[in-house]
């Protein structure tokens, strides 16, 4: 069975540019959550989606924003880039509630 | 809104020693869950816990929860260098929420 997919792994941008992330949850899984980890740091709460819909949003600008389509994968959209975006985004899918979520490999972005 | 808080943030240790890692949360939740972290990796699911006085062993690592303290623990025995990593607690409430990790070493 196939696991969490993020695409693309590397991307550069420069700045006040978009970048857009991709995330396929595994199969069956209906939650996505989107983090934002900085170098050496720990994992910042972007987005929460399931069923489709928005279920919460953490502490980050509206220029981060994303979706999820009826298959249950996921985008994450950055407008506007700064250099300190420069991060690893991590994305993970859960199923039923009270089981583990699982982790993508993540999509670094380099701003520059 | 929910914060999660681990202790220690850094920790360095010998081989063979005992050691714990705290995790403690602001708001009642009764699932958290444990993951590791390699160096330029992602993350991998050690543990669920999902009802007060849970406890899960895998290893040389155990986990427990007290959900009345709010309070979730990660006991290394007798650590060997694999262990060498960065271990996260995250809390489910709405969503998930982690704390900002601990950076283990362990060392000959």
């Known amino acids: 069975e196939a696991g969490v997919t993020q695409s693309p792994t590397h991307l550069i941008k420069t700045r006040g540019q978009q970048a857009t992330l991709r995330c396929s949850p595994i199969?069956?899984?209906?939650?996505v959550y989107w983090y934002q980890q900085a170098l050496g740091l720990g994992l910042q709460f972007l987005l929460w989606?399931?069923?489709?819909?928005?279920?919460n949003r953490g502490n980050f600008p509206p220029r981060f924003s994303g979706r999820q389509f009826p298959n249950y994968s996921s985008e994450l959209n950055v407008n506007a880039l700064e250099l300190e975006d420069s991060a690893l985004y991590l994305c993970?899918?859960?199923?039923?509630?009270?089981?583990?979520?699982?982790f993508g490999q993540g999509t670094r972005l380099t701003v520059v | 809104e929910l914060k999660v808080e681990q202790n220690p943030l850094f920790l360095s240790m010998q081989e063979g020693k005992n050691y714990t890692i705290y995790c403690n949360y602001s708001?009642?939740?009764?699932?958290l869950y444990w993951y590791r972290q390699d160096p330029g990796k992602s993350l991998e699911s050690l543990f669920v816990?999902?009802?007060?006085?849970a406890v899960k062993q895998e290893g040389r690592l155990m986990a427990s929860l007290d959900t009345k303290a709010r309070l979730s623990t990660l006991h290394i025995t007798a650590a060997v260098h694999d262990l060498s990593a960065t271990y996260f607690c995250?809390?489910?409430?709405?969503?998930?929420?982690f704390g900002a990790g601990t950076r283990l070493t362990v060392k000959p």
């Open positions: 993970a899918s859960r199923g039923q509630p009270n089981t583990e979520a699982f």
């Open positions: 199969s069956g899984h209906t939650s």
């Open positions: 989606y399931d069923e489709g819909e928005e279920r």
């Open positions: 708001t009642t939740s009764d699932r």
């Open positions: 816990l999902l009802s007060n006085g």
């Open positions: 995250a809390v489910v409430l709405n969503d998930m929420r």
